[in-house]
């Protein structure tokens, strides 16, 4: 068994893992201090949010109920989020909770049932929010409407399938880290490659390698080539180049580099012929035979704010050479996101380069930690979901719309579908008021429920706007199981520290649940926590047995504290399979080739996403009343919105603020200094953030991260001013298309003022209004 370097655990630290790294915890003078991992070469500094945050006043210490919902019962209610809550005894509140479980099923049947979860909570396997619920759903309930896709690449994985295969070969199974090292010559990436977001990935990660890897390229000599309105999305060491495009004009300048690579003969048609299909509807569309208008750079300029001379010097740049082309996922998290991704691997088709070493596509390398890296050659410990007898589901982005608009048909992946009439959302591991869209059109759709039910461990807005809350631990306050598909570490998670007040594990809360539903044996199955993790981990240990390789008993591994996991080789995966031999190594696509046109999509006959990639202009432009664009990417000091109050979150706040960053030119026309608190504003709604000026953001533009909790002015408003800058106040809740309807919650419009009045103070991490004993709980 392999053990971690002595500095890798510093002595009376036990150790632990999370979403952003591998850390060990102990407690020094009653303070929690954290150490990374000794074998990370480029440690994430946000688990140094958790010393302040284990326990900040934000925490939840008891069981909770809305005022309302406990004297008036379920239904529909628009004082959620206005309301105050009553403390109450576990037993009462479990006892509640079940009956109103019953009732709904009994009924409304199961489908009444939304379970919401977006598995984040933990990077620990077995207390993993999203299986927890949805198996207690599943086993113990008799199922639920589920979600489908994710907020992050709600359009790629549904276009990825139909045109390139599977979404984890492309991903996960592709291009590596190592490959880019040692043999490209060109990175050309659209919406870039940010650390902030591959320091991050499910299960955890021990050797953050992303930054070392581009800069052994670019002392090779790779070229790095930035697409997109900030600079900051390649870090310095690529030494990259600024192509500084208008947003949401990436599909555009594809188009237009193919264009030139066909015009001049130096695309390659050999691997076009060989690899792909419908390659002559496309090129029919690309040189203006189908519709009168080549795409070329002439035509591209305008739109894209680019010369049509550069344009067309970046295509010869590409040609020759070892190309690998990237696209961000935040590219696809606005209107026709499906595009940019069918088109940049079009351009890469054209280049030639798929299934070589370093080069072709490898959609969103960068985007997550997992992504780029070899794969483990044994299995995870995962805990089973089980299977959802009801089957119903709608795409995650459109959880407002299902609330809001039961009984409504919708397209989604070419079916009709009907949205399902939910009464109750159980929602644990999650913050749908980060992750969702016009939170003010939430609101109202939360609003319509007859019971929202939370496990939470502080008082989120999500938590705020819940009927029941039910206290949760923080990962470090329960025993786990760090892994990752493509990580080489096997991290035992011990227990740090207590439960905060009276908080309890998913895990527990759920068996309760489970009790008073005459199901707990089929969900808990006879077993402890601790039986659990030895359960799970048998699976692993006997994989590495069966290939002759040190496979230590489970209590060995948790004294351990870590094992080293076998990886499979860095063979480039099925695409380079496919290159190697098309016919013997198909892709999972209708043809078996990459789908240049694709007969499936055309037959959808969705305007929204024609049946070749194509030039499909936004409906959200600056226009007067909203003249910039709101870039709203993810944040750089914490997962999401989780510990938005730790202190490396809190840090890089300006005065308690979210800060946003815009160009001085356009500061300076608004009469704005850096450092001044602005409002941003468009029809949707308003927030205040602290602005710091740039010359790394694109004139026109304004970047405001995602994250900070949503702290409303007044909540008694229907459009209240979020005063501590959460931008989903102001982002669009509309799909990317009738194809894959994912989220658009990347890019909208919006306009900047001063902030001039008395600052309204930050109230996000206060508990909501004293609670009040419940005469029920005394009992």
């Known amino acids: 068994m392999s053990k971690l370097p002595p500095a890798a655990i510093p002595e009376g630290f036990k150790p632990h893992s999370s979403h952003w790294g591998v850390f060990s915890a102990a407690w020094r003078d009653g303070k929690l201090t954290v150490a990374p991992h000794g074998g990370d070469p480029d440690p994430n500094g946000i688990i140094d949010n958790f010393p302040e945050a284990i326990r900040h006043k934000a925490r939840i210490a008891k069981p909770m109920v809305r005022r309302g919902w406990l004297e008036r019962g379920p239904g529909p209610d628009h004082r959620r989020g206005r309301d105050e809550y009553v403390e109450m005894e576990w037993d009462a509140v479990l006892d509640l909770l079940g009956a109103e479980l019953i009732r709904v099923r009994d009924k409304h049947g199961a489908g009444a049932v939304f379970g919401g979860s977006y598995g984040w909570s ?48 492309m991903t996960k199974h592709n291009v590596t880290w190592e490959q880019i090292a040692e043999h490209t010559d060109v990175v050309l990436a659209f919406g870039g490659m940010a650390l902030k977001n591959s320091m991050v990935a499910g299960g955890g990660i021990s050797q953050h390698v992303e930054r070392g890897a581009m800069q052994r390229a670019r002392a090779r000599g790779c070229d790095f080539l930035l697409v997109g309105p900030l600079r900051s999305d390649l870090p310095e060491e690529a030494g990259a180049e600024w192509i500084a495009n208008i947003p949401n004009t990436d599909t555009a300048l594809m188009l237009a580099l193919t264009h030139t690579l066909v015009a001049n003969g130096l695309h390659d048609r050999e691997f076009l012929d060989r690899y792909t299909v419908g390659w002559p509807v496309f090129e029919r569309y690309l040189m203006g035979e189908a519709d009168g208008q080549a795409k070329d750079a002439d035509w591209a300029a305008p739109i894209t704010g680019l010369s049509a001379d550069a344009i067309r010097a970046l295509a010869r740049r ?104 939910i009464r109750l959302v159980y929602w644990a591991g999650g913050n749908p008021f980060h992750h969702h869209q016009d939170l003010n059109r939430l609101r109202r759709a939360f609003a319509q429920v007859d019971t929202l039910v939370v496990h939470e461990l502080a008082w989120t807005a999500t938590a705020r706007h819940a009927d029941v809350v039910l206290p949760a631990t923080m990962t470090l306050e329960r025993e786990d199981i760090g892994c990752s598909s493509h990580d080489p570490l096997l991290v035992a998670m011990h227990r740090v520290a207590e439960p905060f007040g009276e908080a309890r594990d998913d895990y527990d809360i759920f068996a309760a649940l489970s009790e008073r539903m005459g199901t707990r044996d089929a969900f808990t199955e006879g077993r402890t926590t601790r039986e659990w993790l030895a359960h799970l981990y048998e699976r692993t240990r006997e994989s590495l047995a069966a290939q002759g390789l040190p496979a230590p008993s489970f209590e060995e591994f948790w004294e351990a504290g870590h094992m080293a996991l076998p990886q499979n080789p860095d063979d480039g995966g099925p695409w380079r399979a496919f290159r190697e031999d098309p016919v013997a190594n198909p892709l999972p696509t209708p043809s078996g080739r990459i789908e240049v046109f694709s007969e499936t999509i055309a037959g959808f006959n969705e305007p929204s996403c024609p049946g070749h990639p194509a030039w499909l202009p936004p409906e959200d432009v600056p226009r007067a009343e909203a003249p910039l664009h709101l870039v709203a990417n993810q944040p750089a000091t914490r997962l999401h919105s989780q510990l938005d109050f ?102 909208t419009t919006v306009e900047v003022e001063r902030f001039t009045g008395n600052l309204p103070p930050i109230r996000a991490f206060d508990p909501p209004g004293a609670a009040v004993h419940h005469p029920v709980a005394a009992e």
Not at 400 to 411: C, I, Q, S, V, W
């Open 646 to 747: 730790g202190g490396h979150s809190i840090a890089s706040k300006h005065r308690g603020r979210e800060v946003a960053a815009m160009h001085p030119d356009d500061a300076a026309a608004r009469g704005i200094g850096d450092g001044d608190v602005i409002r941003l504003f468009n029809a949707r709604g308003a927030c205040l953030a602290a602005v710091r000026l740039s010359d790394g953001v694109k004139p026109g533009v304004i970047q405001l991260q995602t994250g900070a909790w949503y702290d409303p002015a007044d909540p008694e408003e229907e459009t209240p001013l979020c005063v501590h800058g959460n931008p989903n106040v102001l982002t669009r809740d509309v799909g990317t298309s009738a194809l894959a309807q994912g989220c658009t919650g990347q890019l």
């Open 122 to 169: 933990s990077a620990g396997r077995f207390h993993h929010a999203q299986s927890q619920v949805h198996r207690f759903l599943n086993f113990a309930y008799g199922g639920y409407v589920a979600s489908v896709n994710s907020y992050s690449s709600g359009a790629a994985s549904v276009i990825i399938p139909h045109t390139f295969g599977g979404y984890e070969d």
């Open 318 to 421: 590409l040609a020759g050479r070892r190309v690998l082309v990237t696209v961000a996922h935040a590219l696809q998290r606005a209107e026709h996101g499906e595009q940019p991704v069918w088109m940049a691997g079009v351009l890469a088709a054209a280049l030639g380069q798929i299934g070589l070493p370093g080069g072709g596509y490898a959609y969103a390398l960068g985007a997550i930690g997992y992504y780029g890296r070899r794969s483990n050659a044994v299995p995870s410990p995962t805990l089973s979901q089980g299977r959802n007898r009801h089957g119903n589901y709608i795409p995650v982005a459109r959880i407002a719309d299902m609330l809001l608009n039961p009984g409504k048909e919708y397209r989604y992946n070419g079916q009709t579908r009907t949205y399902p009439d």
